[in-house]
């Protein structure tokens, strides 16, 4: 059974930083895009930043210079780093994949997934 895990969220302070991670585990043949999202109280979800399974990254502008998207391939494993914290990036941090998982086999299939979520708060 093939789920995403996410954790490193909390309360900070602004002007702090906070780590999180997502754990892909399964029977997961490939990892393609992975990516960061968050919904603060009222909003839409949001994409925070995405990186591909060869490293390119994306970012949105709010988060640029302050945010740090990775990922190690050979642990399934996605961060965030997240420096410079504001106010405004209070949300629940959720983890997508894009994931190629072993089916019966001998086939694949390729899903999106996603985590259930961390709180991320920063005060003032």
């Known amino acids: 059974q093939v789920q995403l895990v996410e954790s490193g969220g909390g309360l900070v302070q602004a002007g702090g930083s906070l780590r999180l991670s997502c754990v892909a585990s399964?029977?997961?043949?490939?990892?393609?895009?992975m990516g960061w999202y968050r919904q603060a109280p009222g909003k839409d979800r949001e994409l925070v930043a995405q990186i591909t399974s060869k490293g390119t990254t994306d970012y949105a502008d709010a988060v640029k210079g302050r945010f740090t998207i990775s990922r190690d391939n050979a642990k399934n494993t996605m961060y965030l780093l997240m420096n410079s914290l504001k106010p405004e990036d209070t949300g629940v941090y959720y983890c997508?994949?894009?994931?190629?998982?072993?089916?019966?086999?001998?086939?694949?299939?390729?899903?999106?997934?996603w985590g259930q979520g961390t709180q991320v708060t920063v005060s003032s």
């Open positions: 997508k994949a894009d994931l190629v998982v072993e089916t019966t086999p001998p086939f694949t299939e390729e899903y999106d997934y």
């Open positions: 399964g029977s997961i043949f490939s990892t393609n895009v």
